[in-house]
């Protein structure tokens, strides 16, 4: 018998309403309930530890464990891989704001699990299991209010300048490729923002393109750059170290009006590799 929560995709609740709907734990991204035979699946993108990204419709989401390599068989990541076996109703919130959990729809497993490096609590990296999920119901796939991507890009932001360059090393380092997209009131990408801040500092206040010094301090002291992928993101370049640079607010403009043959190879030099067209 399918569970029906009684909810529409973009209904928000607070954790004692998804308590008290699906008879689960009050807490953790994975919470299988007995009483209901579900499994809620919760992103929860205000902590920082795990990357879970939306990639073509694709929400690619990290498995349970803090520490260490995950199992696939522990917990309630075994629970997830056997989907297609188990009978088990799977349905996904994402959280934005504490507090708020923002009611998506049913989904199901989009392919097979597969694993990569991600950093633990600790901050050390380790191979974790990523599970790629699709909204059963394409009815699911609803707009979100730009404000809500604008502040989780904003809180990543602040908390990439809180972490060392050896830390901003290995994030960026063992990000995923793919750039997150959200449909909005137009699409924006989610860009890593480890990859952004550890542009700059390699960059150390001076604009890779014209090789001045930035023109400009921030309010806190620090040489205003910006970020600029060397392949736009929306050409299909991956929001890699090696695809992006920092550049004074002038020749950032510069590349988006002309995006000159010359400035892409001066460009290309500084990241240290050539870029395929």
């Not at 569970?3 to 607070?14: E, H, Q, V």
């Not at 392919?111 to 380790?126: F, L, M, S, V, W």
């Amino acid at each position: 018998m399918i569970f029906d929560p009684k909810l529409n995709p973009g209904d928000t609740i607070n954790n004692q309403e998804l308590r008290d709907i699906f008879k689960c734990s009050p807490q953790g991204g994975m919470r299988k309930s007995n009483r209901t035979n579900t499994l809620v699946i919760v992103s929860d993108h205000t902590k920082a530890i795990y990357e879970d990204r939306w990639i073509d419709d694709i929400l690619h989401y990290t498995g349970m464990g803090l520490e260490g390599d995950q199992k696939l068989d522990y917990a309630q990541n075994k629970t997830l891989a056997q989907l297609h076996s188990n009978n088990v109703d799977p349905f996904l919130f994402e959280v934005f704001q504490q507090g708020q959990y923002i009611y998506r729809g049913k989904i199901d497993l989009a392919a097979e699990p597969y694993q990569e490096g991600q950093p633990d609590i600790k901050g050390n990296i380790r191979q974790v299991w990523i599970f790629p999920l699709k909204l059963v119901d394409d009815k699911s796939s609803i707009p979100l209010p730009e404000p809500v991507i604008l502040k989780k890009q904003q809180r990543k932001q602040r908390d990439a300048k809180r972490l060392s360059i050896d830390i901003l090393e290995e994030r960026a380092k063992y990000s995923k490729k793919g750039v997150g997209t959200r449909q909005v009131t137009s699409t924006t990408y989610e860009r890593n923002e480890y990859v952004a801040e550890l542009a700059k500092r390699r960059a150390n206040g001076f604009c890779q393109l014209c090789e001045e010094p930035a023109p400009f301090k921030d309010k806190k002291g620090e040489p205003f750059l910006e970020s600029h992928h060397i392949v736009w993101l929306s050409k299909g370049g991956d929001d890699t170290i090696e695809n992006t640079v920092a550049l004074c607010p002038n020749c950032h403009r510069k590349m988006h009006s002309l995006n000159l043959k010359s400035d892409i190879n001066h460009l290309e030099e500084k990241s240290g590799i050539k870029l395929d067209k």
